[in-house]
């Protein structure tokens, strides 16, 4: 089946991104989200940067991790040859080659940024002693990506066909009659703890999942979000109420009072900053 | 009347300390006695890091073991809630069956499912002798579990007849192993490392494969800290 | 294609009848059924019938190949053919034993070796099986990731999908894999043959060590989809290996050839000049790839060279001059143990370290052992070599004074130490 060549019609997509009560001091929101729509596709997109002292450049990062995120998916739908969906190798194939085309791209950018920006002499203090040393030698640095480290999702719908990329924590969220998560879990992904873009096996840490069909909805957001539940269906509880509002009023209608809610909710709930990212049918 | 004025069950990010105390026999009197002084005085300064932490709600679990063990509180509670039990001594000291308890509730069908997206807990050990029961499989048990994998740990050995080395099996760096030889000694040691790992544990990190930051973190400030400490020159033990 | 059913009854050429118990698997070009026949339960091919494009010339180079025999034990051979009918016909075989894994797995670590020794002994068995199949005038045609197996534990390995098999300069019609085949069968330029068969084995080798395939890097990654274009282009009209020393342009990626990165520089500079010199003069010259026999000169000098820590790492010294080494592992320094040479072989004593029949007589058997490196129970930093071969020795220690060491016997291990193996094998210890 050729991709993407089919029109799709009466979706709404929105995204959101709340600065989270943790970070009210700095003003600095380290998540980054993104959508996109044309008559074949939709994409939303978003990802977290890392709160660690060593990533001081992560809201940057999850900025690049976004842009160029809904770019390379965009040319791989546009661009995919004939995908046999019997063929479960060549569709995992098709994935990892986008994986790497994604990773490679972002850490191109973040490469290229830091070349144009070199470290400023406050930013010093932050970095392990030996990148540094690696730094005033050769202008680079082998774990140059961590200084941008950030996490990211993206979910792709298209005409009878629909998938979704993650790599660290955060959570996507699809609707075919309620909504399950359906992407395998990270282990690693644990607590505090992430896997990201700029760690050195991040390849490994990349999952997906795709099938056919159209769904109603499917809302990608960053752990801000979810970790502000305790319980896993009281936060998908709130994803159907979101559904139910872009339906009624259309995601520009929408929006308002779900920012509202968004800086009452990091301050109620996780603190953290919370992105959201959501892909919803609102017609027949 | 909002949208979402109906959503349920919003929840802040977690951390628990746990305090794991050993109140054997050879702890009985003036040892004891300052365990629980100690306790009791940091949990004002634990409740002050909880409202000033934006980042995390801080609760406390205590278990006390001799003959057998005890959970103080069935569940973890919230520092602003929490009432510390005066302990009494005596008895053996079953440090393997806490262990072993201590592994159970670090689950996330156990202590840690009521705790939104918890943060790694803080486990503070507090002994001056040597376990009286099996250990060693208890503690390669516990070694399997991620959530003590990657809480941050220390233990306070009261007294000169502490088997620190025992007690480094558990933390799994000797550094982290500190030494009280006089209450006032056990009092600022219990503070400091209860406000460090407070501190430290409820901020989010990127996790990395071989280095946990936030544990070098952690041992550093230790490390940092045992070297400062002054010891009254009377050992009161 | 409608599957087989259950006691449905196949006709054996020559034979009597096979009976299908069930179905096992499907590949591109047919089924698999566990058979019963003449009572005994094996494995059977059968073809969909539009698989086959010159089915009477695949039929009669597949009987040759069943009457000539296995070449090697480590190929699960066809042993019977079917009569053709309905357009199709198939072939029986061994059932795969137990404990065999397939590469792919290995290759995306849902499966682990067991050790490096394990790899080492994969890929020796590997390169044995290719050398018989040539000395027997065959070639492979279609090495890929699909049709061989690897017994995780010690490296067994067992090559299956031998339908393909033919005489050198014959051809039944295959065009392999594109990321394992040879670039001139890729652009069209030759046929599959011996000499492609010996480029697939590079890179069947490469992926077993380093987990990556050769031609993959920053080029290859550089794209959103890998078209059937772009294949060609990167895998047969301008290969570029990702560590051509002349060309950086191709280098693997940190954070996506994390594999590659960090084991390319864990083996010794001779084993990646090997990986250098197919991947670079032998993609436009065939003379250049590696015979078998140089692969197999080339891992028996690292086998021999590699130590097992006590922590149970194995790690491998560069040559006899590398004083010490750091363990990969534990980081324990390990001074050069004592080297036994043996003709052309130096062998590392060290405890577990073996010693093979190939080494010690006239043999082609690379996986026999004659004899292992010790540790003296009472003294510990005393070690022995114990003999585990057919034959005695006669050890001369640097002292003058000769000993007989039977089968069973343990030889101290002194500089000096001379050991008689018979049949003119003799070997020193320094």
């Not at chain 1, 690693?188 to 991040?202: E, I, K």
């Not at chain 1, 936060?235 to 139910?244: A, H, R, S, W």
């Not at chain 3, 290995?106 to 044995?128: C, E, F, G, P, R």
């Not at chain 3, 996506?256 to 520089?265: E, S, T």
């Amino acid at each position: 089946m050729i991709i993407g060549k089919k029109e799709i019609s009466n979706i709404s997509t929105l995204a959101i991104s709340q600065l989270g009560a943790s970070h009210q001091d700095t003003g600095i929101c380290e998540d980054s989200s993104a959508v996109y729509q044309d008559s074949n596709m939709a994409i939303a997109c978003v990802a977290d940067g890392h709160g660690d002292s060593r990533c001081f450049r992560a809201n940057l990062g999850s900025k690049f991790a976004v842009e160029i995120g809904i770019q390379c998916v965009k040319e791989f739908v546009a661009n995919q040859p004939n995908l046999d969906f019997n063929n479960e190798k060549e569709i995992d194939k098709a994935f990892i080659q986008l994986k790497s085309y994604i990773l490679f791209k972002w850490l191109e950018r973040t490469k290229n940024h830091l070349l144009a920006h070199p470290i400023e002499d406050r930013e010093v203090g932050l970095m392990d002693a030996e990148d540094y040393e690696e730094y005033q030698r050769e202008g680079i640095f082998k774990s140059y990506p961590v200084l941008y480290g950030s996490t990211f999702i993206i979910a792709c719908v298209t005409s009878g066909f629909y998938f979704a990329l993650q790599l660290g924590d955060g959570d996507v969220a699809i609707d075919n009659k309620k909504f399950v998560m359906p992407l395998p879990e990270d282990p690693r992904c644990f607590g505090p703890y992430t896997t990201s873009l700029c760690n050195d096996d991040a390849i490994d840490s990349f999952r997906h999942y795709y099938a056919k069909g159209n769904p109603r909805a499917i809302m990608v957001s960053t752990d801000g979000l979810g970790k502000s539940f305790a319980e896993q269906q009281r936060f998908l509880d709130l994803l159907k109420v979101i559904e139910k509002n872009i339906v009624e009023t259309g995601a520009e209608g929408a929006k308002p009072e779900l920012i509202d809610f968004f800086e009452r909710l990091t301050e109620r709930g996780s603190q953290d900053d919370i992105s959201l990212g959501a892909i919803v049918k609102v017609g027949e | 009347m909002g949208k979402y004025d109906n959503v349920e069950g919003i929840a802040r990010r977690t951390m628990i300390l746990f305090f794991l105390i050993d109140t054997s026999n050879s702890m009985s009197g003036t040892k004891i006695g300052e365990v629980n002084d100690a306790i009791e005085g940091v949990i004002p300064e634990i409740k002050e890091i909880s409202s000033s932490n934006a980042d995390a709600l801080i609760k406390i679990a205590c278990l006390t073991f001799s003959t057998g063990v005890k959970w103080m509180y069935p569940n973890p509670v919230d520092v602003n809630d929490f009432k510390w039990s005066y302990v009494n001594a005596g008895g053996m000291t079953e440090m393997g069956k806490a262990f072993e308890v201590l592994n159970e509730k670090l689950s996330r069908n156990e202590f840690m499912a009521e705790v939104a997206g918890s943060y790694a807990p803080a486990i503070f050990l507090l002994s001056d002798g040597a376990p009286t029961d099996e250990y060693k499989d208890a503690i390669e048990k516990l070694k399997k579990n991620n959530w003590f994998k990657y809480a941050l740990k220390a233990a306070v050995a009261i007294g000169d007849d502490a088997d620190k080395d025992m007690l480094a099996t558990f933390t799994g760096d000797e550094e982290l192993v500190l030494t009280a030889h006089s209450p006032e000694a056990l009092r600022k040691v219990i503070r400091f490392v209860s406000v460090t790992a407070s501190k430290i544990g409820s901020k989010s990190s990127v996790s990395a494969q071989t280095t946990n930051a936030k544990q070098d973190d952690f041992a550093e400030q230790i490390t940092e800290f045992n070297s400062d400490l002054i010891d009254s020159q009377n050992d009161n033990w | 294609m409608i599957d087989l059913k259950r006691n449905e009854r196949i006709q054996i050429k020559n034979g009597s009848k096979a009976e299908v118990i069930q179905k096992i698997g499907e590949g591109g070009q047919g089924a698999v059924y566990k058979v019963h026949y003449a009572r005994e339960d094996y494995a059977m091919k059968l073809y969909f019938p539009r698989a086959i494009k010159k089915k009477n010339e695949f039929y009669s180079n597949l009987e040759n190949n069943i009457v000539n025999g296995s070449p090697n034990e480590s190929f699960l051979w066809p042993l019977y053919i079917t009569e053709m009918k309905n357009g199709t016909f198939g072939y029986l075989m061994r059932l795969r034993p137990a404990g065999y894994e397939d590469f792919s797995k290995i290759l995306t670590a849902k499966v682990q070796m067991n050790s490096d020794m394990a790899i080492i002994n994969a890929a020796l068995h590997l390169v044995n099986a290719f050398k018989d199949l040539h000395s027997k005038g065959y070639s492979y045609q279609d090495l890929n990731d699909g049709n061989f197996f690897i017994n995780p534990e010690n490296g067994d390995v067992l090559i299956c999908d031998n339908d393909n098999v033919a005489p050198y300069g014959q051809n039944v019609g295959v065009d392999g894999k594109s990321r394992y085949i040879a670039p001139e069968v890729v652009t069209g330029k030759s046929r599959p043959n011996v000499h492609t068969d010996r480029f697939s084995l590079a890179v069947v080798l490469f992926m077993l060590f380093f987990r990556g395939h050769p031609f993959e890097g920053a080029k290859t990654a550089s794209h959103c989809c890998l078209t059937e274009q772009l294949e060609k282009e990167y895998y047969g009209v301008h290969p570029l290996f990702c560590y051509d020393p002349k060309d950086e342009s191709n280098r693997p990626v940190r954070g996506i050839h994390n594999n590659v990165i960090r084991l390319w520089n864990m083996y010794p500079r001779y084993i990646q000049d090997a990986f250098i010199k197919v991947f670079t003069a032998g993609i436009k010259d065939v003379n250049e790839r590696l015979t078998e026999r140089e692969w197999t000169n080339i891992l028996l000098r690292y086998r021999n060279s590699t130590i097992k820590c006590s922590c149970g790492c194995y790690n491998t010294f560069e040559d006899e001059t590398q004083a010490k080494l750091t363990c990969a592992d534990c980081g324990t320094e390990i001074n050069r143990p004592l080297v036994l040479t043996i003709n052309k072989n130096k062998i590392f004593l060290y405890p577990e370290t073996r010693l093979y029949t190939y080494q010690i007589e006239d043999s082609q058997d690379l996986f026999q052992e004659a004899g292992m490196v010790i540790i003296n129970k009472a003294n510990k930093s005393l070690w022995g070599l114990k003999n585990l071969s057919k034959r005695g020795w006669i050890v001369e220690y640097s002292s003058g004074e000769q000993k007989s060491v039977p089968y069973g016997g343990v030889l101290f291990l002194l500089k000096g130490t001379k050991i008689f193996f018979g049949n003119e094998y003799s070997g020193e210890i320094n």
